[in-house]
């Protein structure tokens, strides 16, 4: 069964943490999908535009010149970076966004805390585009663009569509790579939590922001048949270490 990773924030940017997942991508025996983010290269856009970057609920509020500079920073830069840095280390990697050949669809994210702008939801993976590349050996290298019901695009949240296209492609289990070793609770490393855990972490806001996505959204992918979630950094990749997330 596949494997899905997603790798977003300051890990992106770090060439020692890319060869390190490059060097883990090659022992593996199928080829997995990498989800990406760039949220740093977004919020470098906005500021070099005059635009203060907003969140909300750890999402980014994306009015419409800001999804002109979501798409320019992931599927130009981020995108393109992170498949050059696999290939020259000698992985089979091809990169993809939501709007090549209607791979991810995607509607409006609504949101209690207020209007998100373009953000959206994917509702429809088209997985035969994945599954075409890992037959042929290839790790689908997937930017979090979606082709929106309304003939636009969307910015979709890096976490959200790992986990989505985890529960379309029906995943053994989704990874959550980020610069710190997994979800931590009063300084130490929770190594397993259970969904109502997760749950709790989050309403008690000891998970927020980012975090709080992250986990909201490997439960999702858990509800929708995945087998197991994980946050953790590569380097817990080889010896099981991180947050193992179960139903």
């Not at 020692?16 to 060097?23: D, F, H, P, V």
């Not at 709007?99 to 702008?117: F, I, K, M, N």
């Not at 969904?195 to 000891?206: D, F, Y």
Request: overall charge neutral.
């Amino acid at each position: 069964m596949v494997t899905v990773y997603k790798i977003g924030g300051a890990p992106l940017e770090d060439s020692a943490y890319l060869s390190a997942l490059a060097a883990h991508l090659k022992t593996l025996t199928s080829p997995p999908i990498l989800v990406h983010g760039g949220g740093k290269a977004i919020s470098r856009l906005q500021t070099a535009f005059g635009i203060v970057p907003r969140t909300l609920g750890g999402l980014r509020v994306t009015d419409e010149q800001t999804m002109e500079l979501v798409a320019m920073a992931l599927i130009g830069n981020a995108n393109v970076n992170l498949v050059a840095t696999l290939v020259r280390q000698g992985v089979e990697a091809q990169g993809f966004h939501g709007a090549d050949r209607g791979l991810l669809r995607s509607r409006p994210l609504r949101h209690p805390e207020g209007d998100l702008g373009r953000v959206g939801a994917v509702h429809t993976v088209r997985v035969e585009v994945l599954r075409e590349a890992l037959n042929a050996g290839i790790v689908p290298v997937v930017a979090p663009i979606g082709l929106a019901d309304d003939g636009g695009l969307h910015n979709i949240n890096a976490d959200q569509a790992a986990g989505a296209i985890a529960a379309a492609i029906g995943a053994a289990q989704v990874i959550f790579l980020t610069d710190v070793s997994g979800v931590l609770h009063e300084g130490a490393i929770l190594s397993k939590l259970t969904r109502h855990e997760a749950e709790s972490l989050i309403t008690a806001g000891v998970a927020s922001g980012g975090m709080a996505v992250k986990l909201r959204a490997a439960l999702d992918a858990l509800s929708a048949g995945v087998g197991a979630a994980r946050v953790t950094d590569v380097y817990g990749l080889s010896n099981g270490a991180g947050t193992l997330i179960t139903g």
